[in-house]
């Protein structure tokens, strides 16, 4: 496989996996540390408890929604890395490939931006909040996860435009100017 483009949309599953597991979502901005929330569950404990109170936001219509769009624009990501493998491993596929590829990138980040901008808005107008609360590491994972999505989906769709220069099948031009 060549190329970095693979490979960062690698590092975007690897931070989309962190998102989809991490109980970062929410957090408690100082002690006492009271409330925890992931994209699947909200957590809450007394100041002085240390077993946490989980609820799953699953049982709530946007919780799912949350969920569902960020998992879909996941698992098109997953398919994205695949076909980008095989891409740049057959050369007669490579530029022919890319801007399919590039294409389902934007799909995979409306996804999950949908799912980053529902789970904050309803959370916090459904789920009582205790303390002062953040958005935390794992919510911010699934951010950076959108981010290099949204710019790999560029470089997939402008590739092909400049096929001929990266392949070296263009001579290069010299500009001379006489003194």
């Known amino acids: 496989c060549r190329g970095p483009l693979p490979l960062l949309l690698g590092l975007a599953i690897i931070m989309g996996i962190i998102a989809l597991a991490g109980r970062g979502w929410l ?19 007394g100041e002085e408890d240390l077993n946490w109170n989980c609820e799953s936001l699953m049982d709530y219509g946007w919780g799912r929604a949350a969920a569902a769009t960020y998992l879909v624009g996941f698992v098109i990501l997953v398919i994205c890395f695949a076909l980008a493998v095989i891409a740049f491993s057959i050369e007669i596929l490579r530029f022919n490939f890319v801007r399919g590829i590039g294409g389902l990138l934007f799909v995979v980040a409306v996804f999950q931006i949908i799912g980053l901008v529902i789970y904050p808005v309803k ?6 909040l205790t303390g002062d609360n953040m958005f935390s590491w794992a919510y911010g994972f699934g951010w950076a996860s959108t981010v290099v999505v949204i ?11 400049w096929e001929d220069e990266v392949l070296g099948n263009i001579k290069p031009t010299y500009y001379y100017s006489s003194p």
């Open 151 to 161: 710019g790999c989906a560029f470089f997939f769709c402008c590739l092909p435009n």
């Open 27 to 45: 957090e408690s901005e100082s002690e006492p540390y009271v409330q925890q929330a992931s994209l699947w569950e909200s957590c809450t404990r």
């Open 123 to 128: 959370f916090t107008e459904e789920i009582p």
